[in-house]
């Protein structure tokens, strides 16, 4: 491995390679916000169409106090800043979460699918609107510490070596490692089988006396934390402003190539979307003039749709007459 | 308990809301009969350009405050009002309908998206549209394009003058044959402009040209620059707005091109995009159009003194002087002085309208002298336009981002009318030929 | 009292399956009808018409359109933007390369581009349904996107990519002032809304509503879904696509694919489900609630004292707050208000 760049002729696989792993590594980052889609599908039937809103307003939130604190309580540390900037974005997301089910959500208990996700939408609107209001329009930076230069491997194999950008590097181990605590909170705690078992079935759960709006509070307070990950990562590299919100519409494709209600899904479908977007952009795109990495995506979910409707992993989507 | 409308409260609704909206629309024509210069600021503080058009428009409006301090235009009060855009088209447009009404002198858009839209209504209306920097390359031809005014210079002079610097590092411009350079450009009209003329040197220098577009608003860079390091072109030229520019700086430290091959348009040059990079940014040129960051202007520190002075400023003090302040402040500059000309016309000391703000922005004669009295000593050129001019100027100059600030790296280039001008001649009378109509005759430029 | 069916009797079938069987209704309807056409061309100042009365026209026939894919087929479509846009350069290139074609074959045949466009899209609603159908209807908002950033024969080899019309004729009357592109937009928008209306009375409207209630029932009955189906995406499509290019030609006169991006997309959805689905009458009620409400809470924010940035925001707020306060207070949408409102004042004064 080497941090020097050099610029020799690189082999088309090198090239290849260095492509796909930065399409896996995009993929995850799909992935981290997808996650959030899910969750909330699979514990409430409803699809969120806010997770982009809550990415941007709670990245927004990190950044800020992570300005803010500093300034309030007179200290420098850039660590503590952070940590407590982001317990401080992470009490903000759960607040969020509960004036959504109280106002919200709960108001709208069994309204159809497209009623709940109009819904979703105007809170897009509102949080979007609210959030600039609190904190603000401009480029704001979160600065985790994470390393933003290259490393190049392979470089005895590869003239060039095979790029290989540390900060998506350090987001999938993140990201993997957000999977397995999501997955481990699922299994073995109450909460988490309690969770299973709305999503089972909302009546069912009900009946035995697992408060559900309880239930939908800690969901969204989850996918609100799922946001904020996802918020640090995606506002750590690009910087955190309005735009921040549109990523979500990337992750639209791997929520729905992967099945809206499943966990192994969205990763799944994150690194399909992301190997796929990547290449068909670099290697198929010149030939038809660039640019076609936004369509391509849903195309490519379109495409695997058509095999199964239910996407990959999905519940099979049975009638009845 | 919900209280359904009946046919009687839904009618005399509706009805009230359109005789309220014609009433506010006459008391607002009513109200601009006034001794006052109206000056609408199309503006966009929200959204994803939000970062660039901040400063713009602060720059923008302080200029208008200090006009006032100083008496107005030779006694003419100067009045505006911030109309917010977002830079999209459909807002741009309800926004100029809502404010020409109002005895709009100028527009300027600071979108070339509103810009072509606009650029059919002016004509009818007979509001001048300044599009200082941006906007249609072919619209400095004063002949075919009465309305619009591209002062200053287009994105064609912009295309030419890096190509220029670039053929100046080489050593000559025929030492650019065989290299290779790219443009990562906004897939939308303001990022295709330079390529007609890129692709014009191209053929004349010998150089590779090589198109990566990006798509809206900018986020997404990371094919585009594997690409970009797969290709290894000896320059990037970057054509971005808002969030695409620092997202192509971080993906260029992210895939490990040298910044200092980097040039940016003069809208990809400002503090918003760098600043977060810092650093790691540094090396990164860019495109100055005339001024860069002017922190010690005369004019500067008269703004400080006697608009934030006041605590009428627009904006954090701290913003004075810097790229994207200094942009709008000469947009604003230009707009006034142009107003300034018409009265020397048509009565100092009058109000003037929309058409009569055109002759004078037809006719600039900005010299050195009438720039330091101004306050604008080093920060602009001389100006002049004319009938068949509407750019009045074409330079510009390099400036490089030291991690901490930008500063000038290189000298003066004035844009190469040699290949421009053929080129706009043949855009505008495509427009013309389009639009069905005429060139106009020597007469109608003494109106 | 004044408004009931009392004493109306039919003697015809035709009268009987009228469109407006209530003569009070049928009044109410003409006097609307007048007001539209005459008071209004002469009244009204031109910022009205420009930003208000003419963007509210078009976008309610698109909004039309939507609903019958939406609201009648219950087939949701996020790619309305880019149907528009089909629309929007088809009738462009029609215009431009063939000469002295008039111009209302020119929008037309933008529709039909668009019909054959939306056609092609909705081939995979035969597999795919709901949320997933929805998502997948993307693929074609962003498609056509970048098609008209890219392929340069649809824009005419303009260099920057953005086109532009102007001098509308249509058939000797040259339509230049904000009255007179009012008026043609009024035209279409009637007529076309007639059309609708009559499609979803007739045998058609009503397959289309059996595929939306239950399509595994609706095919078990003898209903093809492919043609059902597809023909709503059709005649949708044809709609969206002629909207489209009236927004292109009349409201912007010059426009860049940008002017037909997603969020026109959702902007046309929140119309339909705000205004209600699966009726005529709640695609024009949402169109006027999403055309007006923020332009008056911009200029409401800004008479407050606010500055334009906060204004925006407010206005994405109470926007936003809206849109859930409507479909907590009536999930089916300004249309369902409209309907009960007539209920009450068909026993009105009487309680029941």
Request: charged letters at 15%; hydrophobic letters at 50%; aromatic letters at 12%.
């Amino acid at each position: 491995m080497s941090f020097v760049p050099t610029w020799e002729r690189q082999t088309d696989m090198g090239f290849f390679l260095e492509t796909l792993i930065g399409g896996l590594m995009s993929g995850i980052l799909y992935s981290l916000v997808a996650l959030g889609f899910v969750l909330i599908y699979k514990a409430s039937g409803v699809f969120n169409f806010a997770q982009g809103a809550m990415v941007l307003f709670s990245a927004l939130a990190m950044a800020r106090l992570a300005e803010w604190i500093p300034h309030w309580f007179g200290f420098q540390n850039l660590v503590l800043a952070n940590i407590l900037a982001f317990i401080g974005a992470l009490m903000i997301m759960v607040v969020v979460a509960w004036l959504i089910e109280k106002l919200v959500l709960g108001r709208l208990v069994n309204q159809e699918g497209i009623t709940l996700l109009m819904a979703t939408l105007g809170i897009t609107y509102f949080l979007d609107g609210f959030g600039q209001l609190l904190f603000g329009a401009e480029i704001y930076k979160i600065d985790v510490g994470m390393p933003k230069e290259p490393i190049f491997l392979l470089e005895h194999m590869f003239q060039g070596g095979i790029l290989v950008n540390q900060e998506d590097l350090a987001a999938t181990v993140v990201a993997a490692a957000l999977v397995a605590g999501l997955a481990m909170f699922f299994q073995y705690t109450v909460t988490g089988r309690a969770l299973r078992a709305v999503a089972d079935d909302h009546q069912a759960a009900q009946s035995i006396g697992i408060p559900l709006d309880r239930i939908w509070v800690i969901v969204w307070s989850v996918a609100g934390f799922v946001a904020l990950v996802a918020g640090v990562i995606w506002g750590s590299k690009l910087g955190v402003q309005f735009s921040l919100s549109l990523i979500a519409l990337k992750a639209l494709p791997v929520v729905i190539l992967g099945g809206l209600t499943s966990v192994p899904g969205a990763i799944i479908g994150g690194l399909l979307i992301g190997v796929g977007e990547k290449l068909s952009e670099v290697f198929i795109g010149p030939m038809l003039g660039g640019g076609i990495e936004i369509w391509f995506a849903y195309v490519l979910a379109l495409f695997f749709l058509l095999i199964r409707p239910q996407g990959l992993f999905g519940e099979k989507i049975i009638d009845r007459v | 308990m919900k209280k359904p409308m009946n046919t009687f409260t839904m009618a005399a609704t509706l009805a009230g809301l359109a005789l309220s909206m014609s009433l506010s629309g006459a008391a607002a024509a009513a109200a601009a009969d006034a001794k006052e210069q109206f000056f609408p600021v199309l503006s966009y503080r929200t959204g994803a350009y939000a970062p660039n058009g901040i400063p713009f428009a602060n720059g923008y409006v302080d200029y208008l405050k200090y006009v006032n301090t100083k008496g107005g235009i030779n006694g003419v009060k100067v009045t505006y009002e911030e109309c917010e855009t977002g830079y999209a088209t459909d807002k741009g447009v309800e926004c100029y309908e809502r404010l020409k009404g109002k005895n709009a002198t100028v527009f300027q858009s600071l979108s070339t998206g509103i810009t072509f839209a606009l650029t059919e209504k002016v004509p009818n209306d007979k509001i001048p549209l300044i599009t200082a920097g941006y906007g249609r390359s072919e619209s400095a031809d004063g002949m075919v394009f009465k309305w619009n005014f591209p002062l200053t210079g287009t994105y064609w002079d912009a295309a030419d003058v890096l190509i220029q610097h670039l053929g100046k590092k080489e050593g000559g411009l025929d030492k650019l044959a065989g290299k290779k350079v790219a443009l990562v450009y906004h897939d939308s009209p303001f990022g295709k402009e330079p390529i007609p003329l890129l692709q014009e040197r191209s053929k004349l220098n010998g150089f590779e040209l090589i198109l990566l577009p990006v798509a809206p608003p900018g986020v997404e860079q990371k094919s585009t620059w594997l690409q970009v390091r797969q290709s290894r072109p000896d320059y990037v030229l970057l054509w971005g707005w808002g969030v695409m520019n620092s997202t192509a700086i971080k993906e260029a430290v992210a895939t490990g091109y040298p910044r200092e091959k980097m040039y940016g348009v003069w809208w990809a040059g400002a503090e918003p995009d760098v600043k977060d990079v810092g650093d790691a940014a540094k090396g990164y040129n860019a495109l100055a159009l005339q001024h860069g960051a002017e922190p010690d202007a005369k004019i500067v520190k008269d703004i400080l003194r006697d608009v934030h002075g006041k605590g009428q400023g627009t904006g954090a003090p701290e913003e004075v002087g810097q790229v994207l302040y200094m942009r709008g402040l000469s947009a604003a500059m230009l707009a006034v002085e142009g107003v300034k000309r018409a009265q020397e016309r048509f009565g100092k000391g009058k109000v003037m309208t929309g058409e009569q703000a055109r002759w004078g922005y037809e006719n600039l004669a900005l010299d050195q002298k009438k720039l330091d009295a101004l306050g604008f000593a080093g920060v602009m050129r001389p100006i002049s336009t004319s009938c068949a001019d509407h750019r009045g100027a074409g330079w510009a100059r390099v400036h490089t981002w030291s991690g901490k600030k930008w500063e000038f790296t290189s000298d003066w280039y004035e844009a190469s009318e040699m290949i421009i001008k053929p080129m706009v001649k043949a855009a505008a009378d495509k427009y013309a030929a389009e639009k069905k109509i005429e060139r106009r005759s020597p007469q109608d430029c003494q109106s | 009292m004044f408004y009931r069916e009392n004493g109306q009797f039919k003697t015809s079938y035709a009268a009987d399956q009228q469109i407006f069987p209530v003569m009070q209704d049928r009044l109410a309807v003409l006097g609307l009808l007048v007001l539209a056409f005459v008071a209004v061309p002469a009244l009204a100042p031109e910022y009205l018409f420009r930003a208000i009365l003419i963007p509210f026209l078009i976008l309610s026939l698109a909004a039309l359109g939507l609903n019958v894919l939406v609201g009648y087929c219950g087939q949701i479509s996020l790619g309305t933007g880019g149907l528009m846009a089909v629309g929007a350069y088809g009738a462009y290139n029609i215009l431009v390369r063939i000469d002295g074609v008039p111009l209302i074959v020119a929008l037309l045949m933008g529709g039909v581009f668009a019909a054959l466009v939306g056609v092609l899209f909705g081939i995979p609603s035969l597999r795919i349904r709901g949320l997933y159908l929805a998502v997948a209807t993307l693929a074609a908002q962003f498609f056509c996107d970048w098609s008209f950033l890219r392929i340069k024969w649809l824009t005419n080899y303009s260099s920057s990519g953005s086109v532009s019309v102007a001098g509308l004729n249509v058939f000797g009357w040259s339509v230049d002032t904000p009255a007179e592109k009012y008026l043609l937009c009024l035209l279409l928008v009637c007529l076309f809304a007639l059309i609708t209306k009559n499609l979803i009375r007739g045998h058609i409207g009503r397959e289309w509503m059996a595929i939306r209630d239950m399509d595994v029932a609706a095919a078990v009955i003898g209903i093809r879904p492919v043609y059902a189906k597809l023909s709503a995406f059709a005649v949708s499509s044809f709609i969206i696509g002629v909207a489209g290019a009236l927004w292109g030609f009349v409201f912007l006169g010059s426009w860049e694919p940008a002017a037909f991006n997603i969020d026109r997309s959702f902007q046309l959805l929140f119309m339909i489900i705000i205004g209600g689905l699966g009726s005529v009458m709640g695609s024009f009620f949402g169109a006027a609630f999403i055309v007006v409400l923020p332009i008056l809470l911009d200029q409401g924010a800004v008479a407050l004292g606010f500055d334009t940035a906060i204004a925006s925001h407010l206005t994405l707020m109470i926007f936003g707050s809206l849109i859930v306060f409507f479909l907590i207070a009536e999930p089916h949408g300004l249309a369902r208000l409209w309907a009960v409102g007539k209920e009450k004042l068909r026993l009105w004064p009487f309680p029941h």
